[in-house]
């Protein structure tokens, strides 16, 4: 769409202190899906014998268009929002992406904008993304073994090829660039120092996450978690790793510097060490969902309410209310909790 170059004012100025929720936590960030579909089919995401070829993905007209997504944006930008992530399913199977980015880059408020992908379609849109006013990428990428790498992306992509997006996007200046490595016992645990021979010494951050029981298809197990704690000690025992303090309170990622200086390793522990305390992030699904934890069995409809002509501040209000009511601390009650049956898949929230 056309906006001038202007920052376009939010509803209520961008100086309004953020909303809080139950448990004192300001609404800072917020993760937009912007495609429920994905060229991957992760087994640990999107198995293929669920999401095959008959699968309803949304239609287009379901999805938030472009200027829903904007109009959302300057409503949570209202309410303190200050980053966005842009993912999905795969956020670069969106059509025009870069026209989106740099819509949200002239919103008030907004600061810093960061997009999540599996890398298969980076390299040819990186450049076009960083002009638009994309901020930084984070790329996922499981294993560099090839065999690995297709096991864990459902047979979809190289590695190479995503080395390739990974190449061009820093070239682009998508920096510093993070690769998220979900780490499942018995797939590709024993590839993971690979990664990190890999990456150390050239500015590119290597993130392990714990594998996760988001949504209820992927068979999760807890000993299919290898804990953070045990990566730790087998990447220090061949480069020895000093931690470093949080860049700021609500990262999610613990931060260990290699002790000879060749950059630093990530580690998202939400299953052994969970951060619901400082959990600032609201997320929005392709279909206009509002979802105040990535655990959640059920979001709040705000395309509804959107397309039937509520105004901005009415918007607001319906997002306030919904952050003020929140009290969501799923991992912190993970250990305590039974399993349950009806939570959100990654996916469609995106992760
Ligand atoms: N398709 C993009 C990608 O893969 O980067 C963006 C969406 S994907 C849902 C976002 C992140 O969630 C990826 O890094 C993926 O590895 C991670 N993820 C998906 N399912 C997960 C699970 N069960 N546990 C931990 N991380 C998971
Ligand atoms: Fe697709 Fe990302 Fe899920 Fe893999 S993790 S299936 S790439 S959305
Ligand atoms: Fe935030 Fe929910 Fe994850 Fe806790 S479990 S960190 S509240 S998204």
Redesign the pocket.
Known sequence: MSLDNAKVVSWRGAREPAVRDRLERPLQDLRI?VMDR?N?R?P??MPEDKYHKDFEFLKTSERLSFEEIQRLVQVFAGLGVRKLRI?????LLRPSLPDLIGDLSRVAGIEDIAL????VLLAQQAAALKAAGLSRV???L?SLDEGVFLAMSGGRGTPARILDGIHEAISAGLTPLKV???VIRGMNDHTALDLVEHFRGTGVIVRF???????TI?H?RLDDTVPSRDLVQRISARWPLVPVDRNYRGEVARRYAFADGQGEVGF?S?VTEPFCGACTRARLSSDGQLFTCLFASHGLDLRGPLRAGASDGELGDIVRAAWGRREDRYSELRAARKPDGDKVE??YI??
Request: glycine fraction near 16%.
């Open positions: 899906s994905c991957f992760c640990y995401c993912t999905g399913g795969e956020p999540t992908t599996n890398g984070t790329v996922s499981d998220n490595t979900v996450i714990e594998y996760m029981d988001v949504g992927n999760w998202i939400s990654m996916y995106g992760g």
